[in-house]
């Protein structure tokens, strides 16, 4: 094995970081743009999001998005209504994954959708819910986009098995 063999396989590692580490700044540059109370959000975001491939990408950000829109409007319309109890979150757990059916999502978006409506319902908040299920929406709509751009952007290539 020549050194040229041993080194090689350390650099696909390295553009892959500073991709991510890139894109992951960018998504909180722009979410801090809108000036969104909890900008890490986008962040956290575009590092589910980014994938190997656009294609991918695009599959996992829709399910995403469709999630956690559904997450924040069960999220949304429970808080505004009933008092945060646990029974009220058990039942809008529920509620939710029978909307992701409805939407024809799949587990992704149902879990997605799971993680923000915890957020919007379970973390005590002085804001009213329906601003804070906005800037959930908003926080990983964020995330997702600078995720997808940068796929396109600056796609991540594809590796072979090495011989």
């Given amino acids: 094995m020549t050194s040229a063999k041993v080194g090689r396989p350390a650099w696909p590692i390295v553009v892959h970081s500073a991709r991510t580490a890139v894109v992951a700044v960018a998504s909180v540059l722009t979410a801090r743009l809108f000036r969104l ?84 319902l379970l973390i005590p908040r002085t804001n009213p819910p329906w601003q804070i299920a906005f800037h959930r929406f908003a926080e990983v709509s964020i995330g997702i986009g600078v995720a997808l751009i940068f796929a396109w952007v600056w796609p991540e290539k594809e590796t072979t098995p090495s011989e």
């Fill in 37 to 120: 109370p909890e900008t890490y959000w986008a962040p956290i975001t575009t590092l589910v999001i980014t994938q190997s491939s656009l294609g991918a990408a695009l599959t996992v950000s829709w399910q995403r998005f469709v999630g956690t829109a559904l997450g924040a409007l069960v999220g949304a319309i429970a808080a505004s209504y009933f008092p945060s109890h646990l029974l009220v979150f058990g039942i809008c757990v529920f509620i939710l994954g029978l909307l992701c059916a409805v939407a024809h999502s799949d587990y992704n978006a149902y879990r997605f959708g799971g993680v923000t409506l915890a957020i919007v």
